[in-house]
């Protein structure tokens, strides 16, 4: 995997590029020359221990931290020069805020939204109508409540409400969906794919629900020791790793199992010797959470190199 390339692609659906970005706070190096880049409407999950430098990068690309070395453009800008018409195109959801508690939830969108309307173009309509965009998040029966009474989860879905009230072309999401009940978490789902697919905005998280982020991301960047370890998508990653995918299916009441690397081509002769025979046919390929303990581990036991070499040389 040739990072570089993927941080210098330069065409007009890129959002975000970054090429060697390193961090350094007295005599630790917290980013060793980070590389990716993001294009318009993709969904990346960064993933990482903690202290893998996660959110270094993150306030970095936000601009509310300052870099040590490396080359970053967040929408075309530099984020240590953005501008307000710069922030405004982006939408920030951090992992907790408790601020407003005496605002009605309709009341403080409102509010925000007034601040993004001066940013407002004919390609881009700001803010959002905060009507609809409570009833987006799941909270048109909250409308009129004050903030203080909301449960945790609902408190949730305010924050996200309140990254997206400006439109943003690029969202940063920051452990979203932390207090969400299975129903909300799903609506969640629904409003990220919503987003990225008809609006083609950018979204960036940051989540340690590896499943999560499976589902939603259409690509997995793992950072690990101050660097990019692995990029690729959810499947990609799976292949590179464990190189296997394990099919399991029943014949005359019998259950068998099988590893290949190529399980559509196992499946398909499988069938054509015991057609219609072959019973509770199951496909399995490693899950996001086993690759990125493999990953993580070959790290820990070996440094950077090891785990980049492990995954480079499988791809």
Do not use: C
């Not at 609506?187 to 083609?200: D, P, T, Y």
């Amino acid at each position: 995997m040739d990072q570089t390339v993927r941080a210098g692609h330069d065409g007009a659906d890129t959002v975000i590029a970054v090429d060697d970005l390193r961090m350094t706070y007295g005599t630790v190096e917290v980013l060793r020359g980070v590389s990716f880049a993001a294009r318009r409407g993709e969904v990346i999950a960064l993933l990482g221990p903690n202290g893998a430098g996660k959110t270094t990068t993150i306030e970095i690309l936000e601009g509310f931290r300052l870099r040590s070395a490396g080359a970053v453009s967040v929408l075309g800008v530099d984020p240590a020069n953005g501008t307000e018409d710069w922030r405004a195109r982006l939408g920030i959801v951090l992992q907790s805020w408790r601020d407003h508690g005496r605002w009605r939830v309709r009341d403080l969108l409102a509010h925000f939204g007034e601040y993004y309307a001066p940013f407002a173009s004919p390609q881009q309509k700001r803010p959002r109508d905060a009507d609809e965009l409570i009833a987006m998040v799941g909270l048109a029966e909250h409308a009129g409540k004050k903030i203080a009474t909301l449960s945790g989860g609902q408190r949730r879905r305010l924050d996200v409400a309140i990254g997206l009230i400006g439109r943003p072309d690029l969202l940063f999401l920051d452990e979203p969906t932390t207090g969400f009940d299975p129903a909300a978490r799903t609506g969640f789902h629904e409003v990220v794919q919503r987003l990225a697919g008809e609006e083609s905005t950018t979204i960036l998280l940051t989540t340690h629900d590896l499943a999560e982020a499976e589902k939603l991301a259409s690509r997995i960047l793992i950072l690990a020791g101050g660097r990019i370890v692995a990029d690729g998508s959810a499947a990609e990653l799976s292949r590179r790793v464990s190189g296997q995918t394990e099919v399991r299916w029943t014949r005359a009441g019998e259950a068998f199992r099988h590893a290949t690397p190529d399980a559509t081509r196992f499946v398909r002769d499988l069938f054509a010797e015991h057609g219609d025979a072959i019973a509770d046919l199951e496909v399995r390929r490693a899950t996001l959470e086993d690759t990125y303990l493999t990953i993580v581990r070959q790290h820990d036991e070996g440094g950077e190199a090891a785990a980049v070499d492990a995954f480079e040389g499988a791809a």
